[in-house]
């Protein structure tokens, strides 16, 4: 359940009370694809880092272990031992984005595992079955994530397709959740909203899938190679027409000035690779923008990443040591950046939460924009 305490403008400040505790909204899903955030953080290092939902996938879980696997192990939560929430996404845009040869039909989709090549089907009734073998959260419903660009005929079809397979996915869900073997029997599902950058495509679907009083709502297919201004357009004109009183969730996105601005825009729910995959490549988030710890004027440095953050790799370690690592390939350099980005993805999202209870958010939004901008990339 979605409690709504404060808005700011269009920004939302909410709590969503799930069975595995209170999230308080905005938030940021810490992504760990296969049960793990990659950089080696482990289940110990997310409860210091703020971190209040952790994000797995449906489709890499279904391929390894296997869902049925984790299902016997007492589902993901006790799998990582992890035991706050946990959103599953559908494995919808995995099977667009991986599968390389597939094939579309009203059934599901038919394709190829990217690992070993064995045929796989999956519609949104297979979809709901991994996801309540995961016993995760949240499930996702299962959409056809479309090409960008795509041309009108096509995004209508599929978006078509996709409001066909989401009240599958809700039907399904209900029988499951209903059974005795069921772990999580309060598991909820997200619908998503299609339509690419065509807002009145958008809009309709919106407006279609709001009526269905799902426990929350999704924004897809955006940050897949449209311009900014061109998503925080759809998002602007999309936002209005689903449920207030409910989550809404951009999903896959982004960058720190990204997620300031879809906030405004009236998104609680967020989550992207890239504060950890760019940890992993040397990148390092700061309040003055992006800094590249692999740069030379770096090899002397004894600051921390960031002065005055309280994130374990700052309280202890310089910018010259973490760059040593990373130059003699020593993982635990990788994992010091990502556990920083982490922290400080958390710690945006807890000031942004303050911001919006005080009613301060545009002046936050602003500070934080202009302090990016200040230092550039670098």
């Known amino acids: 359940m979605y409690k709504l305490l404060k808005q700011d403008g269009m920004a939302k400040r909410g709590e969503f009370h799930t069975v595995h505790g209170v999230i308080q909204t905005p938030v940021f899903m810490n992504v760990g694809t296969c049960a ?27 391929v ?10 007492g589902g ?19 099977v667009f984005s991986l599968a390389g040869l597939r094939k579309i039909k009203e059934e599901g989709v038919y394709f190829n595992s990217h690992i070993d090549g064995r045929k796989i089907f999956m519609g949104p009734e297979e979809s709901m079955q991994i996801q309540s073998n995961l016993a995760s959260t949240i499930a996702m419903a299962f959409d056809e994530c479309p090409p960008h660009p795509a041309t009108r005929e096509y995004m209508q079809n599929s978006v078509d397709r996709t409001t066909r397979w989401l009240e599958r996915c809700k039907k399904e869900m209900a029988r499951l959740n209903s059974l005795e ?18 807002e009145d495509i958008r809009i309709e679907h919106a407006k279609r899938i709001s009526e269905m009083d799902l426990d929350g709502y999704a924004l ?12 925080y357009r759809i998002i602007e004109e999309t936002v209005p027409y689903l449920p207030l009183e409910k989550p809404t969730y951009l999903m896959g996105v982004g960058t720190p000035a990204n997620i300031l601005e879809a906030v405004d825009r009236g998104v609680d729910f967020f989550d992207c690779v890239y504060p950890t995959r760019n940890g992993r490549h040397g990148h390092a988030y700061t309040n003055k923008g992006k800094i590249n710890l692999l740069n030379a ?31 003699a390939k020593e993982m635990l350099g990788l994992r010091l950046i990502v556990i920083h980005n982490l922290y400080f993805y958390n710690t945006m999202m807890e000031e942004i939460r303050d911001a919006i209870d005080q009613g301060a958010y545009k002046a936050y939004k602003k500070a ?11």
């Open 181 to 198: 073997d069921t772990i999580n029997k309060n598991q909820m599902l997200f619908g998503i909203n299609q339509g690419g950058t065509f």
């Open 297 to 327: 004027r770096f090899e002397l440095d004894s600051r921390p990443i960031e002065e005055g953050c309280q994130c374990p790799a700052c309280r202890r370690y310089s910018r010259a040591y973490i760059r040593h690592l990373l130059k």
């Open 220 to 231: 897809g297919g955006l940050a897949v190679g449209e311009s900014h201004e061109e998503m």
């Open 368 to 378: 934080k924009l202009d302090g990016f901008a200040a230092n550039g990339e670098d």
């Open 36 to 62: 793990a955030i990659k950089g080696a953080v482990s289940t110990e290092d997310l409860e210091g880092l703020k971190t209040q939902v952790e994000l797995s996938n449906t489709y890499h879980l279904h």
């Open 76 to 94: 993901l939560h006790k799998f990582m031992v992890w035991d706050k929430p946990i959103l599953t996404d559908s494995g919808g845009f995995q």
């Open 64 to 73: 390894r272990p296997g869902d049925k696997v984790v299902k016997q192990l």
